[in-house]
């Protein structure tokens, strides 16, 4: 008599990036279960290994399997992404011992810990694959638009297959598949020169003064428990320090504006980051053969829908995907939790 064969472990995705590490596991029954800590590596990147086992076992105080994806590489306190690569996965193979580790590459494979350290640069910045992936395998046909805190992905997927034309960064930049521009954490000074006060343009001082995060909850896109980021001056997110670092912006106090500017900045920030990613969805879907469907993910997937919508394009609504609601602000965690039990 055959032996019923046994259901598949659940495993644990890890993605570990310069400023958050996120974790998810996605149990049989499809329920999605999430951890993440705020952890700017560049500050103390010697808490890596802590902040990973501690983001891990808030999932699962047992020894199942984790599948791995990195950005952290790319923070200047590493010189280089081959020596960024390499220090998570020592940091992640301290912080999970017993565990069976297994990385993600940029052409789509999990392969393990020795493999990973012959060819770091293939494993570098290989989340936006792991996601793609997983939407592939429900919509054959499709535009994935990930805009996180710090970057947005728009990846092509035609017949099922995963079809972007970058792999690397540079690769993805020069081709309009990543877009630097977030949610969260881009500072302001990079998303537009001019912003308007009292009805006219003014120049923006080219300072870290406010970040994205600042003009989204001035608007309402985002509440503060969103927002897992550092602000420039170590502040908070209530509403007084968000609209003194936005008057900041154009060397100003609050009190020195008049009502309505800080939300016209806020406005126009908004509207600037959509321009941006609406550009890029529009290059990337004029390759396609025929049109698609948009996946919007991410903490600013409002950013992504408004996008397509500016674009035409009609958005995927996502319902029963692990993918949606807060899923989706996490995708590969999610997605290498799928993908690493197969």
């Known amino acids: 008599m055959q032996a019923a064969s046994q259901p598949p472990v659940p495993v644990i995705g890890l ?33 890596m290994a802590g902040v990973i086992a501690g983001v891990v076992r808030r999932l699962d105080s047992g020894r199942r399997p984790v599948a791995l994806t990195t950005t952290a590489e790319l923070v200047d306190v590493f010189a280089g992404k081959r020596e960024g690569v390499l220090y998570v996965l020592d940091a992640a193979e301290e912080a999970l011992p017993g565990r069976r580790l297994r990385v ?32 592939a395998r429900s919509l054959p046909d499709a535009i994935l638009v ?32 990543l877009v630097y521009t977030g949610a969260l954490r881009t500072n302001l000074a990079a998303v537009l020169s001019h912003v308007p006060v009292g009805g006219k343009p003014c120049p923006v ?18 509440v503060p428990e969103q927002c897992t980021c550092t602000f420039p001056d170590d502040r908070g997110t209530s509403p007084g320090e968000v609209r003194l670092r936005l ?16 939300e016209a900045i806020a406005g ?28 919007a993910v991410g903490v600013g997937a409002f950013l992504a829908r408004a996008a397509a919508e500016r674009c ?29 039990r197969d």
């Open 247 to 262: 008057a900041r912006l154009v060397c100003a106090d609050p009190e020195q504006l008049a009502p309505g500017d800080l």
């Open 312 to 340: 035409g394009l009609t958005i995927h609504p996502g319902s029963g995907s692990p993918l949606t609601g807060r899923g989706g602000e996490v995708a590969a965690a999610v997605a290498l939790s799928v993908l690493g």
């Open 104 to 135: 993600l590459t940029t052409d789509g494979e999990l392969v393990g810990l020795d493999r990973a350290r012959a060819a770091p640069l293939r494993c570098a910045a290989a989340n936006w694959m792991a996601t793609a992936m997983l939407v």
């Open 146 to 177: 990930d805009c996180g805190g710090t970057t947005t992905d728009v990846i092509p997927i035609v017949g099922g297959e995963v079809a972007a034309h970058g792999r690397t960064d540079v690769e993805r930049l020069l081709a309009g598949e």
């Open 15 to 47: 993605d570990v990036g310069g400023a958050n590490t996120k974790a998810a596991v996605v149990r049989d029954d499809e329920r999605v279960e999430l951890a993440s800590e705020p952890f700017e590596v560049w500050r103390k990147p010697d808490a």
């Open 205 to 222: 001082a080219s300072e870290l003064f406010a970040i994205s995060a600042d003009a989204h909850l001035l608007l309402g896109n985002l």
């Open 268 to 295: 126009a920030v908004e509207d600037a980051q959509i321009a941006s990613i609406a550009a890029a969805l529009a290059s990337v879907a004029a390759r396609l053969p025929s049109p698609a469907r948009v996946v």
